[in-house]
C-alpha cells in the first residue's frame, strides 16, 4: 500500500467531493477479468439467520441441536482456531462474481424475479489471493448487498441464492483491525428528485419499544416512488437504530424526544425543498398512531394529511385495553401519580375519540 501511495502523483489532487457529487468514484479494488473477483459471505456473524434456520426444523428434534445450529456452531467455534489448531471451515455462501459488483453510489438494480429488495450493510474484507492460493486481507470496507427477505425466510435452503443480487463496496478501504462497531445511517437515494419544494411526500415512524425501522420494499410504496414522490422512513429515539440508549432516550418521560424528532425530520424536508406542508403527508400505526395522533395535535400546520392505524391514543386510560397494562414499562402507570411517567406530562396528546 505504501508503494502505491508513494507512486501516486501528488501535484494534481483529486477533488473527493466533486468526485461524489459526480458518482465517479470507483471500487477499492476489483480484477479486469470479473470470473477473478470473488464475493462471498460467512454465516459466523449471521446469527439471526442461524436461528431463524433452526427454528423451521426444530420441530423435528428432539431436544438435542438441528443440523443448521451444528454447522453454525461448528463455524463459530472453530472458525478462528490458534495457532497449532485445528480449525473448522465456517459456513459462507457464494454472491456472485465481479460481474454482480456496482461502484459506490449507483444503483443496486432488483432483478425481475426477485420477491423483495432490502439492503444490508456489511463490513467486508477485501483480499487478494497469491500464486499458491494463499489468501493475503489488504484491508476492510463498508460493504452493501441486495438481498431478497421474503425468499430466505421462505426456506433455509434458499438462503444462498437470495444473495445472488448485486453489490457494492468501498470506496475507501480500512488498513488496520476492523474497529469493534461501526455506526452510521443508511439511506436509499432515488434519482430525478428535484428540490422544488412540490414532491409528494410521505414520511412515516414509529419510535418506541426498541424497534429499529428498517427500510423495505412494499409494492405500493414502488409505485408511489415511480410516480416522482418521496417516501421516508425516520429513525427516532425510542427504537433500537443505536442501541439500548436509543431505546431509553424515547420512552416514559422523554417520550417528548420522539415528537420532536420527527417533527425535526419533517421540518428539514420542508426547509430544504424536498416538499412543502400542502403535499407533505404522515403515517404511523399502533405506537406510530400515538406518534402521528400527536403530530396533528402539536403541529397541524406543517401536514396537510395523516393515516393514524390502530393508534394508541387514551393515554389516561391505555392500560385497562386488553394487553395494555404490559405497556407500562414503555409510557408509564396512568394510576401511579408518584411513576415515571410520559402520561402525567401535559402535552396537548389526543386522549381519547
Known amino acids: 500500500m505504501q508503494l502505491v501511495q508513494d507512486r501516486v502523483d501528488q501535484s494534481d489532487p483529486v477533488n473527493y467531493a466533486e468526485g461524489v457529487a459526480g458518482n465517479r468514484l470507483l471500487l477499492p479494488l476489483d480484477h479486469p477479468d470479473p470470473a477473478h473477483c470473488i464475493l462471498s459471505g460467512t454465516g459466523l456473524d449471521h446469527t439471526g439467520s442461524a436461528q431463524a434456520r433452526d427454528a423451521m426444523h426444530a420441530k423435528l428434534s428432539s431436544g438435542e441441536l438441528t443440523d443448521s445450529m451444528k454447522m453454525f456452531k461448528l463455524g463459530l467455534e472453530g472458525g478462528k482456531p490458534a495457532a497449532g489448531q485445528v480449525g473448522v471451515a465456517p459456513e459462507w455462501f457464494y454472491n456472485g462474481d465481479g460481474s454482480w459488483v456496482v461502484p459506490p453510489g449507483h444503483p443496486l438494480e432488483m432483478p425481475a424475479f426477485a420477491l423483495d429488495g432490502g439492503e444490508e450493510p456489511e463490513a467486508a474484507g477485501i483480499y487478494l489471493i ?117 431505546h431509553r432516550a424515547g420512552k416514559l418521560t422523554r417520550k417528548q424526544n420522539v415528537f420532536d424528532d420527527f417533527s425535526g425530520a ?88
Open 130 to 246: 497469491g500464486p499458491t492460493g494463499q489468501p493475503f486481507r489488504i484491508g476492510w470496507a463498508l460493504a452493501n448487498e441486495f438481498s431478497d427477505h421474503v425468499t430466505e425466510r421462505d426456506n433455509y435452503l434458499w438462503l444462498a441464492p437470495s444473495k445472488l443480487r448485486v453489490a457494492s463496496y468501498g470506496p475507501e478501504i480500512l488498513v488496520g483491525d476492523l474497529p469493534a462497531v461501526v455506526r452510521g445511517p443508511r439511506r436509499i437515494l432515488r434519482k430525478d428528485t428535484v428540490a422544488d419544494g412540490n414532491n409528494p411526500c410521505i414520511v412515516t415512524g414509529y419510535g418506541g419499544y426498541g424497534i429499529s425501522s428498517e427500510p423495505d420494499f412494499h409494492a405500493i410504496r414502488d409505485l408511489w416512488l415511480r410516480r416522482g414522490a418521496i417516501f421516508v422512513v425516520t429513525h427516532l429515539r425510542g427504537g433500537g437504530e443505536y442501541g439500548a440508549a436509543w
Open 266 to 353: 419533517a421540518e428539514w424536508l420542508v426547509g430544504n425543498r424536498y416538499t412543502n406542508p400542502r403535499r407533505l403527508a404522515i403515517s404511523g400505526r399502533s405506537n406510530g398512531g400515538l406518534l402521528v395522533g400527536n403530530m396533528i395535535t402539536l403541529y397541524p400546520e406543517l401536514f396537510r394529511a395523516v393515516v393514524c392505524q390502530v393508534p394508541l391514543l387514551d393515554m389516561q386510560r391505555y392500560h385497562l385495553l386488553l394487553a395494555g397494562a404490559s405497556w407500562k414499562a414503555e409510557y408509564g402507570d396512568p394510576d401511579n401519580p408518584d411513576a415515571v411517567s410520559y402520561t402525567h406530562l401535559t402535552l396537548p396528546t389526543i386522549y381519547s375519540v
